[in-house]
């Protein structure tokens, strides 16, 4: 994202992403000529659906609930700099990352540290179907059908200790499968954390799938978090290693970019990007821009964890 340019909000961008959508959904097969007819093209959320059903914010009485952004979207668009810096090769370039034997070490100031197989995962917390709201830092977001189980089972069963105070999620490091860790202008393997209390809100899901089916490589394989209320890049993908810390861990966009990405990451359309505006998004698939939400439209269920804290300075 540092080397990003602030693509997301210019209009060339943005043609372009939605061309690329449209292919990606098969409305380009359909016809190229609707390409200029189709704002908001209503078909593109007619895909792949199947399986929603428990909405995880009903919609208030009067709102139209908001459409799951299509399965070809979600998994065709990728934030994931492990293999690319660009969203569209992302797909491609991870399909054959290799996801199985897989573990996750659960350790740090915990009374009962554990590494557990993907398997035993699914085994010992049942699944659960969360749809979220997705916001990407860049100005884009989605609605993404998760299936996954709530981090604060798995962090109970390992007993945090009174000393851990934050919790920080490691991804994998595996170069020879992964093209982008060769640039080392980041500082690998990708890391980020939420403090204890973040960690234990209900919100805060481990996702083993999408859409029903299990998560494709490109969204995070096996094993990857979800937590709605932040920018997209706290929702870290391929985690091997959850260590609870006292500390309070610094991720690689701190890293990389300290002026322009902080440890909370909270949605917040008050507060710009140093290069953008935070105040509006693209949801894919729509033409118009909507409106951000604070805490990405889950200030009921996060708002509490901030009293007192200052929004605008603790990015
Ligand atoms: N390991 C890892 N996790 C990551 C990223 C990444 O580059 N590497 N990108 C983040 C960003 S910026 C976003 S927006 C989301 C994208 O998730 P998605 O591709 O499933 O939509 O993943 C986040 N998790
Ligand atoms: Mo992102």
Redesign the pocket.
Known sequence: ?SKLRSSEITPEELYRSRRAFMRQTGALAAGALILSACGGTTADTTTASATTTAVVDPPKPGTPAEPSTPYEA??N???????STD?EP?AALARNFTTKPWTVAVGGFVAKPKTYATEELLQRFPVEERIYR?R???GWS?V?PWQGFPLRKLLAEVEPTAQAKYVRFT?ISRPQEMP?QHDSYYSW??V?GLRLDEAMNDLALMVTG?YGKPLPP???APL??AVPWK?????????VKIDLVAEQPTS??MTASPDEYGFYANVNPNVPHPRWSQSSERRIGETSRRKTLLFNGYAEEVAQLYTGMNLRTSF
């Open positions: 994202m979600i998994t668009y990728n934030n994931y700099y492990e293999f969203k992302v997705h990407c830092v860049e989605m993404i991804t982008g393997p990708y980020d999408l490109q969204n995070g990857r978090l920018y997209g890049f706290k929702s870290v993908k391929a985690i690689l966009w």
